[in-house]
Structures are given as C-alpha cells and as structure tokens.
C-alpha cells in the first residue's frame, strides 16, 4: 500500500511467517519528529513491550533520525530523506533509520554528541555503519518473553 506521497506504507504489520515489517520515508523536516514519534509508537503497540520500554525504543529511534535530519544533510531540500523500516525476525525487531546524506565525524561533545551513547544505553544493540549512499543505524531489541510474535508464542497461537 502507498500513501499520498507514493511512500510504502504497511500498517499493523503484514504478517507473514514470523516476520512483520512497516517501512516509512519521511521527509527532512524536524517538525515531523512528533509525528515520527507517534507512528513508531503505533508501530511497537502490537509487540507487547512495556511502556517504559516502548519509551525506551522511541528516543532511541528520535535520536537517530534527528541526527539524520541534522548531520548528513548540509542544506536539507525537497527530496532530502530519512528512511525507517521495521521488522520482527526471530525474537528481536529491527528498526532501520537511514539517511542518503553525508556522514560527519562527531565533533567535541561540548553540550550535544550524547545520542549514540544514549542509543546505545536504550536498546540491546546500536550498529552505525555509512558509506557514499548515507549513514544507516540499526537498532535491535529483543522481543517481550509474551510478545505474539516470537517463535514460541507464535506455534501457541496456532
């Protein structure tokens, strides 16, 4: 399915098997960040996470695309992107935010460069790796012990 914008969109996951997976492509535009938020929070409401840890996956995910909206873009246009796709495979989601920008080193912290540690502080694994097409960062969180769609309690459903 495509929204308005020609974007694919897959709404409460398009199960099939034991993965599940929405993608999204958003503009760059900080002002879109609340909405980001607020579908990346629709998105982990089927997972069966707790809130704190629902919590915990939306700033890891806000981080990482306003760094993308921020750094890998010097003069952001119409057709500048951040693309997040998510999916469920085995008992971790995966969630993909990349960029097509330019990678730029971090600089000194002074007051700001905490995002990575922070991601990496939120989430059981934090993965950067960039090249000429952009900078994509994958984050992994293992499934809830309850969640539907690990492997166990998928073969209990059935």
């Given at each position: ?43 982990l ?9 629902v ?92 969640s ?11």
């Amino acid at each position: 399915m495509r929204d308005a914008q020609g974007d694919l969109v897959v709404d409460q996951f398009a199960a099939r098997g034991r993965v599940a997976f929405a993608q999204r492509t958003w503009p760059v535009d900080p002002g879109d960040l609340a909405v980001l938020r607020d579908e990346v929070r629709r998105w982990l409401d089927a997972l069966g996470y707790r809130l704190d840890a629902v919590d915990d996956l939306v700033l890891a995910v806000n981080e990482a695309a306003t760094n993308a909206m921020e750094h890998a873009y010097v003069l952001p246009g119409p057709d500048d992107t951040v693309d997040i796709d998510f999916w469920v495979e085995d008992d971790a989601l995966s969630i993909t935010i990349e960029d097509h920008g330019q990678w730029q080193t971090p600089g000194p912290a002074g007051g700001r460069g905490m995002g990575i540690p922070m991601m990496n502080h939120l989430v059981d694994t934090v993965t950067i790796s960039h090249d000429a097409s952009g900078t994509t960062v994958l984050l992994r969180q293992t499934l809830p012990e309850h969640s539907a769609l690990r492997p166990a309690a998928a073969k209990q459903l059935r």
